[in-house]
């Protein structure tokens, strides 16, 4: 499996690549094209001296003497050009580089390209002349008229050899190719020290990531702001993630020891009081009494699970639904809630204070869930409550809310516990010792409710009171259409 870096490197080591052949293809095709116009165009210039000089030279109907030659094989010569020059009917009467006689006089050109010359003015071609030259030319072809008469006198063919061309572009291909491989160089090992320091967090997080799925929670990666924006926001990511994970992770080894510490005694209680039964430790009279313990037992187990499911139901529902809440009247609830504590409260001879609007308060929630956060508080506050305390329940309402408050006497927890009331399982010492029933699930109940609706619960303790107050929405702002 290719790493990211070598992806990276190989991919813009071929663009660049492909990108400078391009290049260097089109600048030669370019410069090969100037070249050869340049060449054309000086050729038809020096065919064009040669022309006017062999026009002179020819004026009056007389042939060109050998001064001619001469004067041609010198201005080829300056021009650094060849040139011969055939008669109206194509045959090679003079040759620059040879004006006193060369093998090649009599030649006698195509017709067709005799034609051609006349009838264009002028031609110009690459290629090879065969019989004159065995290297491949730029040649130009002029025609030579009489300049009194206009009748055809013959036709001038200028050329030079195109080698000095390819030299040039082999020279500039190998200056190009030079270059380019320079720029391959020094772009790679740019890109290699570029990609090396972009892809350095990916491999520290990574490495984060292997060394957390091996157990070890606390594994981050380095946000040092070195990378770039895409990389940083990736790394607080994945950190936030394993803060999460870390988290629930934790939660749940104390979720898990919790319940087993809450499990152990009810589930020992009724092992032993069951094999006492069985194996006859417990006489046949005693039998009913501690049978009625062990259902006690198995009801504070049936009552935990209970729970324990109803947390889990509103976690997953992550909040409940707007069209699970109706509008219902809060006092009301609050009446029939502390009508099932009716025996409770007489049996600790408490004194029930409730103060509550004349008019109802209504709200918009789920009835139900509600019914069970004041059933929990008032029940907490009873357990919690001494013998002839105050309980204390009041409805008010406020800022388009509803405040539910439920108060007792008793000790004040102390401030560094308020913070820790509504954890999951947590429970005073003064709690383990008096009160069998509870696990501290009640008030991590009670807020998982409030928190689902949307809504707020805090608690205070001072001077011997403590109080919890939660918020609900009231139905009417809804109905007015101003919440």
């Known amino acids: 499996m290719k790493s990211t870096f070598g992806r990276t490197l190989t991919t813009v080591a071929v663009t660049l690549m492909a990108a400078l052949v391009l290049i260097g293809v089109s600048f030669r095709m370019l410069v090969s094209n100037y070249l ?249 009279e005693k039998t009913g009494h501690y049978l009625r313990i062990v259902s006690e037992e198995t009801k504070r187990l049936n009552r935990l699970v209970r729970s324990m499911l109803d947390i889990s139901r509103l976690q997953d529902q992550g909040g409940i639904p707007r069209e699970q809440m109706t509008r219902f009247d809060v006092e009301e609830t609050v009446g029939q809630v502390l009508i099932t504590f009716e025996q409770k409260i007489t049996g600790k001879a408490l004194e029930v204070q409730v103060d509550m609007p004349e008019h109802p308060v209504f709200v918009l929630a789920h009835p139900d869930y509600i019914t069970q956060v004041i059933y929990n508080l008032v029940d907490n506050a009873v357990k919690f409550s001494p013998e002839g305390g105050v309980l204390t329940l009041t409805v008010r309402e406020g800022g388009g809310k509803a405040y539910v408050s439920v108060s007792n006497d008793g000790e004040t927890i102390p401030p560094e516990e308020l913070p820790l009331v509504f954890d999951r399982f947590h429970k005073t010492d003064k709690s383990r010792s008096k009160n069998r029933d509870s696990w501290g699930l009640g008030l991590y109940i009670v807020k998982t409710i409030v928190d689902s609706h949307g809504e707020n619960i805090s608690v205070t303790s001072r001077e011997g009171k403590t109080t919890f107050t939660f918020t609900l929405p009231r139905a009417n702002d809804y109905l007015d259409g101003s919440k």
Not at 58 to 83: E, K, M
Not at 85 to 100: E, F, V, Y
Not at 132 to 156: E, K, N, W
């Open 36 to 284: 050869k116009d340049t060449a054309v165009e000086g050729l038809k210039a020096d065919g064009q001296v040669i022309v006017e000089l062999l026009q002179a030279a020819c004026s009056g109907n007389t042939a060109p003497g050998r001064d001619f030659g001469i004067a041609l094989s010198v201005a080829a010569s300056v021009t650094d050009v060849d040139a011969v020059i055939c008669d109206q009917t194509g045959r090679l009467l003079l040759c620059a580089k040879s004006p006193l006689g060369c093998e090649h006089q009599g030649m006698v050109v195509s017709g067709d390209f005799l034609e051609q010359v006349f009838r264009t003015g002028c031609t110009a071609n690459t290629g090879v002349i065969e019989g004159l030259y065995s290297d491949v030319r730029y040649v130009v072809a002029l025609p030579v008229t009489d300049s009194d008469t206009g009748g055809r006198l013959g036709i001038v063919i200028v050329s030079t050899p195109t080698a000095s061309t390819a030299a040039v572009l082999h020279r500039l291909s190998e200056i190009f190719a030079f270059v380019s491989i320079l720029v391959v160089l020094a772009a790679s090992v740019l890109m290699i020290f570029f990609i090396r320091q972009q892809s350095a967090p990916l491999r520290d997080m990574a490495r984060a990531a292997r060394a957390f799925g091996h157990g070890e929670l606390t594994a981050r990666v380095n946000t040092d702001g070195d990378g770039t924006q895409e990389v940083e926001e990736l790394a607080l990511a994945f950190n936030n993630m394993a803060a999460s994970l870390q988290k629930s992770e934790y939660k749940r080894q104390e979720f898990v020891a919790n319940v087993s510490h809450e499990l152990k005694t009810p589930m020992t209680t009724i092992s032993g009081y069951v094999d006492g039964i069985l194996d006859g430790t417990i006489p046949p």
